[in-house]
């Protein structure tokens, strides 16, 4: 498997044994455990308290509007929030989403599409001409981790050094 390095690799270990162990086994999860492990991503998204559950919410400001309740089952707890809006309705992006360069936006953004492709915002031809070699290499990664379900496909085997 390919890492940018020792650091990516460290990180992309520790998202797929502590944060998502879903990880391991789901193809959507996986390449945005990988992409997010990118180290100038990682650093940004690591702390953000509901990264466990809303995997993207970091790279919006929100406010957290969690609670817990109580029902006849004993105590629970629902993990909510709002995402601030600027006076046109669009979401504000975080100082740390917003502090990223172009080329890691459309590493965050690949991401999102690859775990839900219902993520409009990324452009390959866009993020190709942001990206130096190493990240291509990121991309083929990524790209093969979420097609890692599939039993192969006739033809084609990539390698990437």
Known sequence: MYFLNELHEKNYNHLTNMVFPQAKKDSEYNPMAYLLALPDIYKRCINDPMLHEFPF????????TSYTGEDEDGEYKVNDFDIKKDGAGKEIESENYATLSSGYKKMVDLAANLFNSSNDDFNLTDA????DNNMIKVYFQAVLLRLEGRRGIEGLDLKIH
């Open 128 to 131: 190709f001409g942001t990206w």
């Open 57 to 64: 919410l970091w790279t919006v400001e929100y406010k957290d």
